[in-house]
C-alpha cells in the first residue's frame, strides 16, 4: 500500500508538472512587438502574392504568441486564398477572442498599425493622383490597360485599409470592424447568409466609414430577397465613395421590378441568385 501511494502522489506530481509545462506563460513585449512585426512582414508578402512565406511568417508570429489577432487575420486571409473558407472563418474567429484576451496588451501596438496605415493611405492616394494625372497628360506613352490595372489595384489597397480603425482607449479588449468584415466574407462563402448578414452589419456599425461592407450588405441582402434594404446599402455605400459595380445596381433594380417588391409591403418573395456583377467585394488580400 505504501509503494503504490508514493507511487501515486509521483504520479500526480508530474501530471501537475505536465500540466505547467503546457500553460503558455504570458507573452512579454517583446514577444508582442516581435509578433506584430513578423504579421507586419506576412501581410507584405500576402499583398505581393507571396502566399507561403506570408504564411510562414504569420506562423512565426504565432509561435511568439498563440493569441496574437493579427496573425490569426493574417492566416485566415491565407486560407481565404486556397479556398478554405471554414478554416478561414475559424482563424477571424480566433483574432476576434484575441482582441478580448490581448486587448490592452496590444492597444500601443495596434494604434501604432493604425497610424502607419493611415500614412499608408495619403501615400497611396498621392499615388493615384499622379496615376490619373499621367492618364490625361501620358496616355501617348503609358498602356492605358496597364495604368488601368494600377490605378484598380491602388484604389483597392487604399479600401482594404481603410477598414482599420483607430483601437478605443476605453475598451480595447472590443475587437475592431474589420474582423467581422473578413468573418462575413467567409460566411458568405459558405453559404451561411444569415450568419455573414450578422458579421456585416456589425462591421458597419464598427466601422460607419468603411464603404465596401455595404456593397456586400446590398449582395446578401438581395439573395435574402430584402430588395430596400439591398437598395439602401447601395445608396450608403456610394455616398462613403464606394465604385459600386453599375451592372449590379441595374440587375437589382431588375429584380426589384419583377419582384414587385415596391408594389408590396409584405415580407419579400425568395430572391433568385445575384448574377456574377453582386459578388461580394474582397479585398486583394483575401482573393484566390
Known sequence: ???????????????????????????????????????????????????????????????????????????????????????????????????????????????????????????????????????????????????????????????RLEAVQMPSRDNPTEPPGEIYFHMGNAQFRLDRNDDAIASWETCAAKSPKFGMVHNNLAVVYWKKGRFDDARGAIAHAKQLGFPVNPQFQADLEKAAAASGATASAAAPPPAAAPPAAAAPAEPAAQKP
Do not use: W
Open 1 to 159: 500500500m505504501r509503494s503504490i501511494g508514493r507511487f501515486s502522489a509521483a504520479a500526480l506530481l508530474a501530471l501537475g508538472l505536465a500540466h505547467h509545462q503546457l500553460t503558455a506563460a504570458p507573452a512579454t513585449p517583446r514577444d508582442l512587438q516581435r509578433a506584430a512585426s513578423e504579421c507586419q512582414e506576412g501581410t507584405k508578402l500576402l499583398m505581393s502574392g507571396d502566399v507561403a512565406r506570408a504564411k510562414d511568417r504569420f506562423g512565426k508570429a504565432l509561435g511568439l504568441v498563440a493569441t496574437y489577432p493579427d496573425a490569426h487575420l493574417g492566416m485566415g486571409h491565407v486560407a481565404m486564398r486556397e479556398g478554405r473558407y471554414e478554416d478561414a472563418l475559424k482563424e477571424y474567429q480566433q483574432a476576434r477572442d484575441g482582441y478580448q484576451e490581448l486587448g490592452e496588451s496590444i492597444l500601443d501596438l495596434q494604434a501604432k498599425r493604425y497610424t502607419e496605415t493611415q500614412r499608408t493611405i495619403a501615400t497611396l492616394r498621392d499615388n493615384l493622383r499622379n496615376m490619373t494625372s499621367q492618364n490625361a497628360q501620358e496616355n501617348a506613352r503609358v498602356q492605358p490597360t496597364q495604368l488601368e490595372r494600377e490605378v484598380a489595384a491602388t484604389e483597392d489597397q487604399i479600401r
